[in-house]
């Protein structure tokens, strides 16, 4: 690392205050620090000091995300193939002519399966971080800060959220809605209200519905007027035919949902790899344990409540909680969007209020709305525009208590 670091401080004048690349000093402290810790520290009594940075903290959670990527891949690939092998035909698109020259098959092969689907991922992964973070660094040079790190995380999670056949362009817009109406218009990464990720997923939604909701979007085949075979995710079966769609727990159905081998969401499908990160950023305290118990109980208790009133006319009232929580993005939702810590709550208690609040309006969402069975999107963004009225009410206590045990001593 260390001819790194000389070749930084080599150019570092260059960038500084009078050199000749000083309107670019934003992007070479990014890549420096994204590097290196920065020699600049605090100093005083009065700061509070950690080794763990922002950049840091971003690496984590992208650690606890890469297992979901690859599955992510894996799964888009096998859910195509399986269509395949059930009659469907492939896409007319560059993706299947570039996956058939390089010889492979449509079978249930891992690589075959991984390979076919990263050439649907990669490009929507490369489109959102090359839109997303040229509207970064182009923020960066304009306001004259250092590059926020924020957009870092949110590159990873947006692709993650979207249908393999979403068309590039609306991945372009709806990362440069969500990072500069997210983001940017507060003041960029730690003055946000909304998640910026499920703000460019939100305005994808409702802007091009036909791309991103239904039963097309999800497989990347033609399998349309296929006998005996949908598109539809568990979710829009569970909505339409209720629990029986789904099959018995102990069929090997909800091990699959599980597991993540069902339609969905390129990078939503494996409750078993969301869990796996939930433990990453748990024991690393990157993310919050409070939020992410806030959410498991309010979505409980309302499942719970919901399945015992019952309905005639609404199937989705009697899915019980162990089918909520491994299908559609709740278990995605939970651990990656949820546990934002710039839009969810800061104090501890209001962590698990708040999560509690996701948790409860996610299944209220789900049940009550058959037009709209995904509602993780919808309970999270709304509890981001709460996270700061909840942070009021716990500070305010605490003053209050505070103030009175000084006053008895």
């Known amino acids: 690392m260390r001819p790194l670091l000389k070749f930084f401080k080599s150019q570092e004048r260059h960038f500084a205050k009078g050199g000749k690349l000083e309107r670019l000093y934003p992007l070479f402290e990014a890549m420096e620090t994204l590097a290196f810790t920065p020699a600049s520290v605090t100093k005083g009594s ?22 979901t990527v690859v599955m992510a891949m894996y799964n888009t690939g096998l859910q195509t193939h399986r269509a395949i092998a059930s009659g469907a035909e492939p896409l ?51 306001r004259r800060h250092e590059i926020n790190e924020g957009f870092f995380v949110t590159g990873f999670l947006l692709p993650l959220t979207l249908p393999p056949t979403i068309p590039l362009w ?22 946000n209200v909304l998640n910026p990720a499920l703000t460019a997923r939100a305005f994808l939604f409702f802007a091009y519905p036909a791309e991103i ?26 909505a339409s035919e209720g629990v029986g769609a789904l099959g018995e727990f102990a069929s090997g159905a ?27 950023l748990i024991l690393t305290r990157v993310g919050s344990w409070r939020t992410m118990l806030g959410v498991v109980a309010g979505s409980l208790a309302l499942a719970t409540l919901l399945n015992a009133i019952g309905s005639d006319t609404n199937p989705m009232f009697s899915v019980p ?80 208590r505070r103030v009175a045990r000084n006053a008895a001593g």
């Open 92 to 142: 007319a698109r560059w993706q299947t002519g570039v996956f058939e020259a390089l010889g492979f098959d449509y079978t249930m092969d891992f690589l075959a399966c991984f390979v076919h689907g990263a050439l649907y991922f990669l490009p929507v992964f490369v489109v959102g971080f090359a839109v997303g973070g040229g509207i970064e660094v182009l923020s960066a040079i304009i």
């Open 46 to 67: 009065v700061h509070v000091r950690d080794a763990l940075d922002l950049k840091r903290m971003m690496i984590v959670v992208v650690a606890a995300l890469l297992p």
């Open 321 to 400: 909680f162990y089918w909520h929580v491994v299908i559609g993005g709740w278990a995605f939702g939970t651990v990656f969007m949820a546990t934002d810590p710039v839009s969810s709550a800061f104090t501890e208690a209001g962590r698990f209020i708040y999560g509690l609040g996701i948790g409860a309006m996610v299944i209220l969402v789900r049940v009550v709305n058959p037009a709209y069975p995904e509602g993780m999107m919808m309970a999270i963004l709304f509890m981001n525009m709460f996270a700061p009225l909840i942070d009021h009410f716990f500070v305010k206590a605490n003053i209050k």
């Open 254 to 280: 909800w091990m699959d949902a599980f597991l993540g081998v069902i339609p969905g969401s390129m990078g939503e499908t494996s409750a078993a790899l969301c869990l796996f990160g939930a433990l990453v």
């Open 213 to 238: 909701s239904g039963d097309a979007p999800w497989i990347a085949a033609k399998f349309i007027g296929v006998d005996g075979f949908s598109g539809a995710t568990a979710l829009s079966r569970a």
């Open 170 to 191: 609306q991945v372009a817009t709806g990362v440069a809605f969500g990072v500069l109406i997210g983001k940017e218009v507060f003041g960029g990464t730690g003055m």
